[in-house]
């Protein structure tokens, strides 16, 4: 196949980047999408130019690593696929794809492709955790979880903490992703000492990281490669009012 990329190019924070075109020949439709892009660097090595920089280490969906804007969509055309895990059988011979990195002022562009998102690590380290005291593991089934509540932690845990949605959301808005964090721990028995806190402190990091207010236009529903469904934003909203306005 032959691909003409554009690719956003930019040298560290301060540089103001530019579009940078590449003609790539001989793309197989079993590549992945960042072997294309493997193969564009190695070409790119050997001229002595600067390979392009973007984030990946599983390339099996499960890091989070990985993850930028093709042809405006983040993660590209596929719904509920990383960008590690899309294959060039998806695009066809021909195609123009412009790679950017994802655009939030909570998330700035390291270089090239790959942006800073220890914002999403400040979240989860305000409260996305439960204090135990460690030692062997617990028996499985020595605290019953009704099967509802262990299916929604269990679909909400599955958040890689990529990123996409703050990308695709227009607001620039971390909601999707706060949401599946708190409701991952909010849901289970061994969440619940600290559910309030946990609601409380979340929500504030997340104001206090400048991402933007969610307005419900569910565009990080749509691009999330997990699938993390909307109502964990309103599962968050809940727990926060009922924690932060509690009487007792
Ligand atoms: S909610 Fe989905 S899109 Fe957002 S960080 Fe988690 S996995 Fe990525
Ligand atoms: S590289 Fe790990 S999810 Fe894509």
């Known amino acids: 196949m032959r691909i003409t990329l554009h690719v956003w190019r930019q040298r560290n924070g301060a540089d103001s980047g530019r579009m940078v075109q590449y003609q790539m020949e001989g793309v197989s439709e079993h590549m992945s999408f960042l072997e294309m892009l493997d193969v564009l660097n190695e070409q790119l090595a050997e001229k002595g130019e600067e390979p392009i920089a973007f984030d990946h280490d599983c390339r099996e969906g499960i890091c989070g690593s990985c993850g930028f804007m093709i042809n405006g969509v983040a993660h590209g055309p596929l719904p509920g696929v990383t960008v590690c895990q899309l294959h060039m059988r998806s695009f066809k011979d021909g195609d123009t794809l412009y790679l950017e990195p994802w655009r939030a002022r909570a998330f700035p562009v390291v270089k090239d492709l790959a942006v ?88 504030a990091q997340m104001n206090a990281e400048h991402f933007g207010n969610c307005t419900n236009i569910g565009e990080c529903e749509a691009v999330c490669p997990k699938l993390i469904p909307l109502e964990v934003i309103a599962r968050m909203n809940r727990d926060y009012l009922k924690a932060a306005f509690k009487n007792d």
């Open 116 to 203: 800073n998102r220890s914002a999403l690590d400040r979240i989860i380290a305000s409260g996305g955790f439960i204090s135990v005291a460690t030692g062997s593991a617990p028996d499985g089934n020595a605290i019953p979880i009704p099967k509802v509540n262990a299916d929604k932690a269990m679909d909400a845990a599955a958040c890689i903490a990529c990123g996409a949605c703050v990308a695709a959301c227009p607001n620039a808005a971390a909601a999707l992703f706060t949401g599946a964090k708190i409701a991952h721990l909010n849901l289970l028995p061994q969440g619940q000492p600290e559910k309030n806190r946990r609601s409380v402190s979340m929500v």
